[in-house]
């Protein structure tokens, strides 16, 4: 295999190689997916354009009100960010169940989205916390919600000649919480057989408003509406999450695969989204006591 | 709901096949300076056999362990082993150190016989000198007395020994016989915890007690037991080779699930040491039994949890659930568990 390799300073030097190369080209950061896909044959880009040495596609602020993550910001240093971990606790406890040390002190969060694979352990998160992500490209840039990002398995809205610069999160009002569960078949570094996230807004006992994603279960990471829409507006109890759970297990659309059959993939969607919807209620109402 | 268990399983391994030759060969040399050099053809792959063969022929020479250079694993200058299997390299190859070192240790005590007045017959050595058995205050250091063999007796002070265990054959039609020289035995306890709707194991802890004969080199014989457990954890609830029309599926080790260091419980290893007459001071083996009675333990530990019977390996989560879903069907309304001990419910 033999590829160019640009190292661009800015941005806009970025999207003008990635331009003039259009499908021949890739964008190139941790590079833990994309150099197993050339390796394997996958794929034979022309050119490479390393995203890695812009410095601001790296940061993590606070900005207006709104978490701004980084496209190259690795997930290790997502974990060690005070500002996530106060902010959004729901993305670090994700980061922290994807790969192993080595792997996240490579891997980037804009990597794990542009993939787009429908196991992305960063995108259950991101999803129930209607983040967004910004887009720059040749006619500048755009801002999209992340539920349209993802449009099958490896593709994305991203266009050839464009590069994901950042993820920004809405910081969580009083009364919120959220939580991430992860099924693999061993401790660490492994591919989730299912993974999901739930966010819930409660005031007084009821749940104003819940929120409810699934990963490996379909084409692309999915949020299950028709199970929060049984959630909005009612009392919480626990047969109300497990029926809301069981109407999740039914929006996935699973295949059998060698980490797990359809059956077991649905049923996992159930266990899973209960304990997830279970904890994010449990911390709604700490900060609401708070 | 999360259900823990308990399970025991042991083994016996047979050490040195008889049923076919077994051969192992060693050459040995004593300087004059005291130090030894062994050249043997078995190989270390990671195990500590070079360290351990290094021990067995300091003990027989008399010398200490670090005066002896190896010379391993090298067809052009090194005679036969037949390999790093069959868990036989401390007994077989140790054994063929200990006969080559024996033959040197004959020339060392002809040649030292004179200096002390008594037979070869009354001579011992030890720690780089030899000494008079009933009298070790009369006394002489081993490296003179090489010295003195090579240079004025011009007997150089050589070894040569083999180990072959009586081949005894089985009987063509029943299969019957001597198999092996002799055998290894183990128990372990494995602690899980078993997710009762995920179907999810969680190996706690892993008490693993093995007898080895005499434990050359204790800290090597519980690191091969540590990663016979993690071998046998894997064996137990990951490591499956997913084939479809005779195609493997998952063909990267990011799919075919090995333990991580999260995966390993912490293991409880405990040596039991009974010296076997036809080893090496003692010594049998340690490097495949150590991971034999791990899954079954596990799989028993996760029947006292749960109360299914796993009966094919991996032990994933999608046939214990499959397990439990069927004994549920089977007895509508009772819980997983029905245990028959009567003891109550976890």
């Keep these: 295999m033999s590829f160019l390799y640009f190292v661009p300073a800015t941005v806009q030097e970025a999207v003008e190689l990635l331009s003039h190369y259009g499908e021949d080209a890739k964008v190139i950061a941790g590079g833990t997916d994309l150099v197993v896909r050339i390796r394997d044959g996958l794929i034979q880009p022309a050119a490479l354009v390393d995203i890695e040495r812009i410095p601001e596609l790296s940061r993590i602020s606070l900005e207006d009100s709104r978490l701004h993550i980084g496209a190259t910001a690795t997930i290790a240093s997502i974990l060690e960010s005070i500002e996530v971990n106060h902010l959004a606790p729901v993305v670090s406890e994700a980061a922290r169940q994807m790969g192993a040390v080595q792997l996240r002190n490579r891997a980037t969060i804009g990597g794990n989205l542009a993939s787009a694979v429908p196991s992305a352990d960063m995108a259950p998160p991101l999803l129930v916390l209607e983040a967004t992500v910004s887009i720059t490209g040749p006619s500048g840039e755009q801002t999209l919600p992340i539920d349209e990002f993802f449009t099958g398995p490896h593709q994305s809205a991203l266009r050839p000649d464009e590069v994901l610069t950042s993820i920004e999160i809405p910081v969580q009002e009083s009364g919120t919480g959220a939580a991430f569960v992860k099924f693999g078949k061993r401790s660490a570094q492994v591919i989730a057989v299912v993974n999901a996230a739930a966010w819930v807004r409660i005031r007084k006992g009821r749940i104003e408003e819940a929120r409810i994603a699934l990963g490996a279960v379909a084409p692309t990471p999915i949020r299950a509406r028709g199970a929060e829409v049984l959630l909005r507006g009612q009392e919480i109890r626990a047969d109300l999450l497990e029926d809301a759970a069981q109407a999740a297990a039914m929006e996935a659309r699973p295949i059998t695969d060698f980490r797990g059959t359809l059956e077991f993939r649905r049923e996992l969607c159930r266990v899973l989204v209960r304990r997830a919807l279970e904890q994010a209620v449990q911390r709604a109402i700490k900060r609401e006591q708070e | ?346």
């Design chain 2, 1 to 346: 709901m999360k259900k823990r268990g308990r399970g025991v399983a042991w083994m016996f391994y047979p050490i040195g096949f008889t049923a076919y030759a077994n051969p192992s060969a060693a050459f040995v040399k004593v300087n004059q300076d005291g130090s030894a050099v062994v050249w043997t053809g078995a190989t270390d792959v990671g195990q500590g056999s070079t360290t351990a063969l290094a021990q067995i022929a300091a003990d027989a020479l008399g010398i200490p362990v670090e005066l002896v250079t190896m010379v391993t694993s090298d067809t052009l200058q090194t005679p036969m082993d037949i390999g790093s299997v069959a868990s036989r390299v401390t007994y077989i190859a140790g054994n063929a150190i200990v006969r080559a070192c024996e033959m040197a240790k004959q020339i060392l005590f002809e040649v030292a016989s004179e200096e002390l007045g008594i037979g070869p017959e009354g001579l011992e050595s030890r720690n780089g000198w030899i000494f008079v058995r009933d009298f070790p205050e009369r006394r002489v250091r081993l490296a003179e007395i090489a010295r003195k063999a090579e240079v004025v007796k011009g007997r150089p002070v050589i070894g040569a020994g083999s180990y072959n265990p009586p081949t005894t054959f089985l009987d063509p039609e029943t299969g019957h016989g001597k198999p092996y020289n002799t055998y290894v035995y183990a128990a372990q306890v494995a602690e899980v915890e078993v997710d009762t709707e995920t179907g999810e194991v969680k190996v706690l802890r892993i008490a693993a007690v093995h007898d080895c004969g005499r434990a050359i080199n204790p800290l090597l014989v519980e690191g091969q037991i540590e990663g016979g457990v993690a071998m046998g954890l894997g064996y137990a609830l990951s490591e499956e080779m997913v084939l479809q029309e005779g195609r493997v599926l998952n063909t990267k080790l990011a799919d075919y699930l090995v333990p991580t260091s999260l995966d390993v419980p912490p293991i409880d290893v405990e040596i039991v040491e009974v010296p076997d007459p036809t080893g090496p001071f003692g010594a049998k083996g340690i490097g495949e039994p150590s991971l034999l009675p791990t899954a079954p333990a596990i799989v028993n530990a996760i029947y006292d949890a749960v109360g299914v019977r796993i009966r094919e390996l991996p032990a994933t989560p999608e046939r214990i659930l499959m397990a439990l879903r069927e004994k549920e069907k089977e007895q509508p309304g009772r819980s997983v568990r029905d245990r028959e001990d009567g003891r109550p419910e976890k």
